[in-house]
């Protein structure tokens, strides 16, 4: 996480506009906590049925399950989205409006999402065409449903 905000926060370090004394970009900053658990809410929306959001704050821990099986693409689509909407596009925002709140808020955010970024790497190259995924506890699996490894997998 540490790095992709150290990535995305030296372009705007080297913006005239940009400062790291204001408001804007302490605000920014407390805005990406804040937005936590809203991120992990917009991933229980993108399942169908029931998700679970589970919480070790003390761990810094946020994360969404749910006992449904998922398409590679929607696997992907569930994992990206709140990183879209509270990093990619108050970033590129901030960027554009020259706004020091959007832009930190979106670098931040962004920096946040570094643990579904490594879900759909996984996701990308393990998952063969036409597999799908399910959640369970701390892990991600996927099976091809043709073979029946799904049931073999649950029992493990």
């Not at 449903?145 to 073999?152: I, T, V």
Request: aromatic share 16%; with cysteine; charged share 10%.
């Amino acid at each position: 996480a540490l790095v992709i905000i150290v990535v995305l926060m030296a372009p705007l370090a080297l913006q005239s506009w940009f400062t790291v004394d204001g408001w804007g970009f302490v605000l920014g900053a407390l805005m990406s906590l804040v937005c936590a658990i809203p991120h992990e809410y917009i991933h229980a929306v993108c399942f169908r049925d029931t998700a679970y959001i589970y919480t070790n704050l003390k761990q810094g821990m946020l994360f969404v399950v749910g006992p449904e099986d998922m398409s590679k693409g929607r696997f992907i689509f569930m994992s990206l989205l709140p990183s879209i909407v509270f990093g990619l596009i108050p970033y590129i925002a901030g960027f554009t409006m020259h706004n020091v709140f959007l832009a930190t808020l979106g670098a931040m955010s962004l920096g946040m999402g570094a643990g579904d970024y490594i879900n759909v790497w996984n996701a990308l190259w393990q998952m063969p065409k036409g597999a799908l995924t399910y959640l369970y506890g701390f892990h991600s699996f996927w099976y091809r449903p043709d073979d029946g490894s799904r049931a073999e997998a649950a029992e493990e």
